[in-house]
Structures are given as structure tokens and as C-alpha cells.
């Protein structure tokens, strides 16, 4: 619930129409929003502890038939308010939230259009929005471009992704330069992370992405620009929209540790609250994705494919290993459902609700019901989408528990309507989703938690067919992708071959079959821990797991957390996030190709006895980077662990409340 207040806006001049210059501040004074009128135009600026992050950066849309900032004015007095979002997340990094936040309403109007400018500060950032109010004579707007600056002070570094467009996956390697050297006309996805001197830290993001077109980053005369994506076959329209309407929040992550941006609730807290009337039934956990392995089942009487026995050898090793999900996906290059195309592409005659002859999927669900394990599927959105009713009453009708939906590859506001179309009719019929090929998370798992992950980021799918991804990279999609959110990563790949260099791939080689990982052992288990994911994956084939030191970790890994709190980080180098389920800790931590000494103080824990069970890299990992070493001992929050993290190594410790 939010409790409303008293006014929070400092106003630099009683008089805000003359002069038409006010500031915002955060609860704890730390962050400061400042708002100007200049020759009718609106700027706004940010500052952080004194530091200006922000210089001063204009708003802007463009309409079919005005500018906005051509003889903008403002309208009326703002109105300002305090409050508190208190929430509960049913998935998430953290089960409960409690949200200071200071909030003022600029009221503007342009060419006939009122827009009102929506600023919340928090004492982990800024985001503001603009808001299409009802009036008089306009029932709906076209909007041509989005053009939002953040003129950022200084030269800080900045990590981002580059894409040639804006259909794409969203997956590539994060470039790391100084904020001069990125090149004018660079589209950036989103989340981009900046490092200012002073060690301050901000992130630019969006949050509650809903009938919008996604936003991108695109730096034009050396000022960061917002542009949005286009509604397909055209590139001049971005928005179509009836009134009353609003854009998602533009997001500023600020703080003077990155811990502060990965553990910030921002993005839910900006989201709708949650909108499903029954949740019991979300239940998130770890998955088989046989896909990624290429199907293996050891030598059997029948031939491996989109089979029952096939099927059934999976989920007796889910049953038999506490994983709560098996995922039918496809077999021998065909997928489990009709579809007369290739390539996992949709033909003329695909059909999602008839399964291949040979296959029949209730049976399969029936039998991982009496096994305790949940069914899901891989599908097309293609595919899906001109089905998506009569598709899911027959999924749910079968007694499949939620699916992957893949190759979006759009995030224009036709698509994102779509994505959210898939996430609510799946909640009717106690559907999960994972969305695949698809763009950035924005919090929304808050209102529909029945959203468990997204890929938007390259990962360890890769691993199959080239050697691009490294360990230096899963700290790169640490520091930024995971800001947004949960983060498909295609973990569990259990065997290591040849350890990184300083080139970061070793004596690594490309498998399809049974891939290959980079890394330790430990450092696989602790992205367990450090990666925000709510379904977890266990990629490798059942043989790759039974008997393997660290197996056991995996069996209990939660895949959402009640607490969330980055103990170290170093960018580019390390990072250490313990996070807490019920009484239970765990602390995942992961090393670039360098060897890394940290002390993990365990001043975090509630008071109380715990015992820590320590997985690390063994002292002959160089050679064998499957080996690890297992010890125990007796802690408490007065405790500090030194760990020593291998190059490309990793540690996951568990501490359990005696």
C-alpha cells in the first residue's frame, strides 16, 4: 500500500510559473532531480551526492503533427507526494519490498496536446515517464519518435550492447570504452551501465514496457538519445495509441556500489501491482533442456527422439534428482509438434496442438504427474500466436505446466503487446512462460508472475558452435543485462575443457553434441547463485550429472530468493552475491580469467549459528577444471571466509541456520 504525504518538491522560486525551475530530491537528499523551462522548451538534470551525472537534457516527442518542445509551456502548479511501495514479489530476488520514494506531476502542453511529465526519486535513482492524460478533442496520438536525452557529464566508461537494428535477439558481446570513443549513430540496448569517477555508478533503463515500443540508446551529436522501435513494415511511426495513454518509466539506476544497482528494486516497484486473482500454482524451479546436450539417453532398446521413452528417461531423472521441470523441445532437428517447415521455422501446415505421430504428449505429462515433475515445451511464437487460445485450453488440458516461447527478435509495440497477450492468456490457463530471441525484462514479473525468465542475451548456448562467449563475458551480462532482470543463461553444462587465458578460451573446443564449457566447475555452480534466474536450467544430459562432485548443489539451488545482497563485486574482474531463501544462505561467486583473492564477511547474517558447506576450485583445477574441494565449517555473522577464486573459477557457499 502507498501512504501519501506532504509536498516534496523543493521549488527553487515561489513563484514556478515565472520562473519555471524546480528540483526534486530523493528521501535520503542523495539524488537530486532538477526540472527547467528554457525558451519553451523542458530540460531536466541529475546529480548524485553533488556530482552532476545528468546535464541539462531535454525532453522531447514527436507527434505526427507537432514537436513537443515547439512552444512548450507549462500549465498549471505541479503536484508533489511522498509515499512508500510496500509489496510482496511471488518471483523475484526478493520476496518483500519496502520502496521510499519522492514523487512530482510537470504538467505540459504542446500544439493542443497535454502531457504530463511523471518524476519518481528513490534513494537508488531517478525515472520519469510521460503521461497522456484525456482531453478535449483528441480520443488517440501517433507518435513519430521518442527523443528523451541523458547528456552525461564527464567521460565516464560505459558497457552496453550494439545491435545493427532493431530486430535482433539482443544477443552479443558488451563493448567496454570511455563514453567519447562510442561512435555518433551506435544503437545500445538497454540496460547500459556507466561508471563515473568518484566510483558512482548508473544504469539507464526502462521499466513497465506495456503497449509501447521498446527503447534504445542511440548517441547523436554526443548527447545518449532515446529512439524506440518501429511498428513493422515501416519506419516512421513508433506509437499508436488511444488516450488516456503513458510510456514506460525511463529508469536511472544511481549508487556509489554496483551492489546497488543489482540488489534495487526500481523496476518492480515502477510496475502495475500484481493482476492475477490466483497464484498457487506458480511454482518456479530448475529444468531439463535436452536441446542443449542434443538428446542424449545412454544405450537403450529404443531410438532416442520425440518419443515417450525418450521422455520418460528424462523425468525419471528429474523424480529421482529433486528437478521440478522436464522441457520437451525437439528431436533429431525436428520439433515435438507438426510443422512441415525447416530449421525450426514455421511451414504452411505447422499445427502446436497436434504433437508429432509418434509421440503422445498427455501421456508423457500423465507419467511426470505420477512423478512429480512438471511438463514443458518449447514452441515457435510464430506458431503459437495464431493458435494461442484453443492452443493453451489444450496444454492445459494435456497438464503441461508452461513453455518457452522463442525467435520474438522484435521488440516494437506490436510485439510487445503480443508478449504481454501470451503472458496473460497462459496465466488463464496456469501456464508459465519463458520468452526466448526476445528483448530485455522490465519488472513486470510483478504483475505477472507467471513470467520466469528471458534470454535477451548471449549465453551459454554458444558454447555448441563457436568460441565467442567467455568468463569474462558472464561478469559483462552480471554488470549489465542482469539489471533488468531474470536472465536465461542455459546453464549446467558440466565439463569443463581446457582452463581460460588471458584471452579468455583456453584450449576450449566447440561440441554440438555434449557441448563443452569454459570456466571451473565451481565457477558453473556459483552463476547458479550470482545470475537472477527463475528457471534454472540443468542443460547437460543426465550421465554428465549422476555421481559428479557438486551435482548435490544443483538438486537444491532455489531459483527465487527472499533477500538479495552483493558482498564484493569488482567490475570486470569478480563479483560474490549471497542471496537468502527462508533461513538458508547462499553465496555464489564467479572470477574473470584472472585468479581473484576476496574476503566474503559474513556481517550480513542475522545473528544465530550457521553451518557453511564450501564448494571451491581444487588446487589442481589448472589441469582437471572439473575438481573441486568440499569442507565445512561453523560460522556466524562475526565470521569472514577468505575464498581464492581460480582464473575463471568460482566458490558457492551454503549456510544453513543451526
Not at 478535449?136 to 560505459?158: C, D, M, R, W
Not at 515500443?213 to 524506440?228: D, H, P
Not at 517447415?341 to 504428449?361: A, E, F, I, R, S
Request: charged share 20%; with cysteine; hydrophobic share 35%.
Amino acid at each position: 500500500m502507498k501512504f501519501i504525504t506532504a509536498c516534496c518538491l523543493i521549488l527553487l522560486c515561489s513563484d514556478l510559473v515565472a520562473q519555471k525551475s524546480m528540483q526534486l530530491t530523493s528521501p535520503d537528499g542523495s539524488i537530486v532531480f532538477s526540472f527547467s523551462m528554457q525558451q519553451n522548451k523542458p530540460h531536466y538534470s541529475v546529480a548524485y551526492s553533488k556530482q552532476l551525472l545528468i546535464q541539462k537534457s531535454s525532453l522531447d516527442l514527436v507527434f505526427d503533427d507537432v514537436k513537443m518542445s515547439q512552444n512548450c509551456k507549462l500549465k498549471k502548479m505541479p503536484e508533489y507526494s511522498t509515499g512508500i511501495e510496500n509489496y510482496s514479489l511471488i518471483v523475484g530476488k526478493t520476496s518483500s519490498v519496502s520502496h521510499p520514494y519522492k514523487k512530482a506531476v510537470i504538467f505540459l502542453e504542446s500544439g493542443g496536446y497535454g502531457v504530463n511529465v511523471e518524476v519518481k526519486a528513490f534513494n537508488d535513482g531517478i525515472a520519469f515517464r510521460y503521461v497522456f492524460p484525456e482531453q478535449e478533442g483528441k480520443q488517440s496520438f501517433t507518435l513519430l519518435e521518442e527523443q528523451t536525452q541523458f547528456k552525461v557529464a564527464g567521460n565516464p566508461i560505459i558497457k552496453a550492447l550494439q545491435l545493427p537494428n532493431y530486430t535482433t535477439s539482443h544477443e552479443g558481446l558488451y563493448i567496454t570504452a570511455p563514453l567519447n570513443e562510442i561512435k555518433n549513430d551506435t544503437l545500445m540496448d538497454m540496460p547500459v551501465l556507466l561508471q563515473f569517477p568518484n566510483i558512482t555508478f548508473m544504469a539507464i533503463t526502462e521499466a513497465a514496457l506495456l503497449d509501447y515500443a521498446g527503447m534504445y540508446l542511440v548517441k547523436r551529436n554526443g548527447i545518449l538519445t532515446s529512439q524506440l522501435s518501429p511498428l513493422p513494415n515501416q519506419t516512421d511511426i513508433k506509437v499508436k495509441a488511444t488516450l488516456p495513454h503513458q510510456t514506460p518509466w525511463r529508469v536511472m539506476m544511481i549508487g556509489n556500489r554496483i551492489g546497488t544497482l543489482i540488489e534495487s528494486s526500481m523496476l518492480t516497484t515502477l510496475c502495475p501491482p500484481l493482476a492475477l486473482k490466483e497464484t498457487n500454482w506458480i511454482k518456479t524451479g530448475t529444468t531439463t533442456f535436452p536441446w542443449w546436450n542434443g538428446t542424449i539417453i545412454p544405450d537403450t532398446n529404443f531410438a532416442v527422439g520425440n518419443n515417450f521413452e525418450t521422455n520418460k528417461y528424462y523425468i525419471d531423472f528429474c523424480a529421482a534428482n529433486n528437478i521440478k521441470y522436464h522441457t520437451v523441445v525437439e528431436a533429431n532437428g525436428h520439433e515435438w509438434y507438426t510443422n512441415d517447415g525447416g530449421g525450426y521455422q514455421p511451414g504452411n501446415n505447422v499445427d502446436v496442438t497436434k504433437p508429432v505421430d509418434w509421440l503422445d504428449m498427455k501421456q508423457v505429462c500423465d507419467y511426470a504427474k505420477s512423478k512429480g515433475v512438471g511438463v514443458r515445451v518449447w514452441v515457435h511464437w510464430k506458431a503459437l500466436y495464431p493458435k494461442l487460445d484453443t492452443a493453451f485450453a489444450i496444454f492445459e488440458e494435456w497438464g503441461l505446466s508452461g513453455m518457452m516461447v522463442d525467435f520474438m527478435d522484435r521488440d516494437d509495440q506490436e510485439m510487445v503487446n503480443i508478449q504481454n497477450e501470451i503472458l496473460v492468456k497462459a496465466a488463464k490457463h496456469h501456464l508459465h512462460i519463458q520468452f526466448h530471441g526476445a528483448y530485455k525484462p522490465t519488472g513486470l514479473h510483478r504483475t505477472y508472475p507467471n513470467e520466469f525468465t528471458r534470454e535477451g542475451t548471449l549465453n551459454y548456448e554458444t558454447y555448441k558452435w563457436d568460441t565467442t562467449l567467455t568468463v569474462d563475458d558472464d561478469l559483462n551480462i552480471v554488470f549489465t543485462r542482469m539489471l533488468a532482470g531474470s536472465t536465461d543463461y542455459h546453464q549446467g553444462g558440466f565439463r569443463a575443457f581446457g582452463m581460460p587465458h588471458q584471452n579468455g578460451r583456453g584450449a576450449f573446443k566447440v561440441q554440438y553434441t555434449r557441448p563443452l564449457v569454459m570456466g571451473t566447475r565451481c565457477h558453473m555452480l556459483g552463476m547458479y547463485v550470482v545470475m537472477e534466474n527463475y528457471q534454472g536450467m540443468l542443460c547437460d544430459y543426465p550421465d554428465a550429472y549422476t555421481g559428479q562432485p557438486g551435482f548435490e548443489v544443483l538438486q537444491h539451488i532455489p531459483t527465487t530468493w527472499d533477500e538479495t545482497h552483493v558482498t564484493n563485486a569488482k567490475i570486470d574482474e569478480y563479483i560474490s552475491i549471497a542471496r537468502r531463501k527462508g533461513n538458508d544462505w547462499y553465496i555464489g561467486s564467479v572470477s574473470n580469467h584472472d585468479k581473484h583473492e576476496v574476503d566474503i564477511e559474513m556481517n550480513f547474517l542475522p545473528a544465530g549459528n550457521y553451518t557453511a558447506t564450501i564448494y571451491s576450485d581444487a588446487d589442481d583445477v589448472n589441469v582437471n577444471p572439473d575438481h573441486l574441494k568440499k569442507e565445512v565449517r561453523q560460522v556466524d555473522n562475526t565470521s569472514k571466509i577468505k575464498i581464492n577464486l581460480s582464473q575463471g573459477g568460482g566458490n558457492v557457499i551454503i549456510l544453513n541456520k543451526n
